[in-house]
């Protein structure tokens, strides 16, 4: 994918959140069932790579930090120290949040396409907000809104780099084309799209395999998100370096159906080399 239509789509999703970020936040409030998978295992870094200080934990697209009031709900014990990450302020501005939440404001999307040679500080810490490894790095609901798979890849090693030997890396991959209404909605919003010059031609058809709009309430708000068939969640990880990290546990959870995200669980290796750019 061209990189100038990557940024449309990402200038498209970020409009959308903004626009959007109270009546989503409404509709966002439950944990997902998925998490509680992790829950286990969240427990066990306290013990083996955090006893007597602070649990680091990332959130890579935190949203309304529903997954921070979760993990402090069921672990009301364990010492963490949050680092929420979004380019979304309205969404993440919730009043009551758990103690240890910092939140960082960053365009994540926007930091990686930037990337070039010649930028040391950038390569170095491309988000620019922390360089202390975390125990638990989380990316949920946010793959489905990256474009293309050299992105995605790029995030996907990101999150790895900021995850301390033997931390956990857990991702979820929206395959919301398995969901007939979801589907149904995709396609309306793409023939509006069409229709009503929602979006540009030349975007609609740079698209690839995988990629659709869905729409939101007032009928004319669009949001680009990526299908992820298991096929390409493989390529994924098998992209990563194979001596820093290991896939644990891949299972599928949410919707009605349970089987709206597909999770994978990957540990850093101990020992391992810093994860470098590709």
């Not at 380019?87 to 949040?97: D, F, R, V």
């Not at 170095?124 to 949920?140: E, Q, V």
């Amino acid at each position: 994918m061209d990189i100038s239509v990557a940024r449309q789509l990402i200038d498209l999703n970020t409009r959308f959140y903004r626009d959007n970020a109270a009546s989503f936040s409404a509709t966002r409030k439950a944990p997902w069932d998925g998490w509680r998978r992790i829950v286990a295992h969240v427990a066990a870094c306290v013990d083996a790579l955090a006893p007597g200080k602070p649990l680091k934990m990332l959130d890579l697209a935190c949203g309304n930090m529903r997954l921070e009031r979760f993990l402090s709900e069921e672990l009301p014990e364990a010492p963490f120290e949050f680092h929420a990450v979004d380019n979304c302020g309205e969404l993440a501005t919730e009043p009551s949040l758990p103690a240890g939440v910092v939140y960082h404001n960053v365009d994540i999307l926007g930091a990686l396409l930037d990337e070039a040679p010649g930028t040391p500080e950038m390569l170095k810490n491309p988000w620019g907000i922390f360089t202390d490894a975390c125990a638990l790095t989380c990316c949920f609901g946010f793959m489905h809104h990256v474009p293309s798979f050299k992105l995605r890849v790029a995030g996907l090693r990101e999150l790895v780099r900021h995850t301390a030997p033997g931390g956990i890396i857990a991702v979820s991959f929206w395959q919301f084309m398995h969901d007939e209404r979801l589907a149904s909605k995709a396609h309306d919003a793409e023939e509006a799209a069409r229709e009503r010059g929602l979006l540009a031609p030349a975007v609609l058809e740079a698209f690839e395999p995988g990629d659709h709009l869905l729409g939101w309430q007032d009928g004319t708000s669009l949001r680009y998100c990526h299908h992820f068939e298991e096929r390409e969640i493989d390529q994924l990880i098998e992209a990563l370096p194979a001596d820093t990290v290991r896939p644990f546990e891949r299972y599928s959870a949410d919707g009605r159906a349970g089987n709206l995200n597909r999770y994978v669980l990957l540990r850093r290796i101990p020992g391992s080399e810093p994860v470098m750019k590709a």
